[in-house]
């Protein structure tokens, strides 16, 4: 599973757009990238997942550049509700895959 | 369609004592494992397992047992408990072609 790298803590404003880049320079051709989010006192919920370009939807949008070593999860107009912990995931043999999970970027939307 | 279910909500056990965490999911899913997160931290993972059966070891695998007997149920058995074990455990489920996985409400453990 290729290692990934995601700030460990940002604040927003309510309202306004949120954009977490995960880094995942060792990406190989096959991995597929998906996003979770955690809120306080529950398990992990999928969000997004994806292997090029842009994928939308109703939650966040996916965005991954043509050579796939970073990503970027888009969370438009964020509320309060969406103060929670993000964490991105690399890897492709969905069959036998350990999914592993680092420690995330935890969101902060301030009132 | 109750997704994943785990018992018991919350356990205190005293050092030395066993215990089994129960996990089970209605989703028909292969693919099903068991977390621990600690205080601020990500998850780590225990044991998973890609059909009745077949189980592996994830990153944290000392001190826990699995198996998997029926599609349906994936329990954690705790041989011998230790302070160390102090955690919320999760289990999840997802089928093996994809990453969509399906987390249940926890189970919060303290161990004195």
């Known amino acids: 599973l290729a290692k990934t790298t995601q700030p460990i803590s940002m604040d927003s404003y309510e309202g306004q757009e949120v954009n977490i880049t995960c880094s995942h320079n060792n990406i190989a051709t096959n991995d597929y990238i998906t996003w979770y989010q955690q809120f306080p006192s529950q398990g992990p919920r999928f969000i997004i997942q994806?292997?090029?370009t842009k994928v939308t939807n109703e939650v966040a949008s996916l965005f991954i550049p043509a050579d796939r070593k970073s990503s970027t999860l888009s969370l438009p107009r964020v509320s309060l509700s969406d103060t929670a912990v993000y964490y991105c995931?690399?890897?492709?043999?969905?069959?036998?895959?350990?999914?592993?999970f680092g420690t995330g970027t935890r969101l902060t939307i301030i009132p | 369609n109750a997704g994943v279910t785990q018992t018991p909500k919350f356990q205190v056990l005293k050092t030395g004592q066993s215990m089994t965490l129960q996990c089970a999911q209605d989703m028909n899913h292969e693919y099903m494992s068991w977390y621990r997160q600690d205080p601020g931290m990500g998850l780590r993972l225990i044991h998973y397992s890609v059909g009745a059966g077949i189980t592996d070891q994830g990153e944290v695998p000392n001190g826990y047992n699995v198996s998997r007997s029926t599609t349906e149920d994936f329990p954690l058995r705790l041989l011998s408990a230790a302070p160390s074990q102090t955690s919320v455990y999760f289990c999840?489920?997802?089928?093996?072609?994809?990453?969509?996985?399906?987390f249940g409400p926890g189970t919060r453990l303290t161990v004195t």
């Open positions: 999840a489920s997802r089928p093996l072609d994809s990453y969509e996985q399906y």
């Open positions: 995931l690399v890897g492709s043999n969905f069959g036998n895959e350990k999914l592993t």
């Open positions: 994806g292997y090029k």
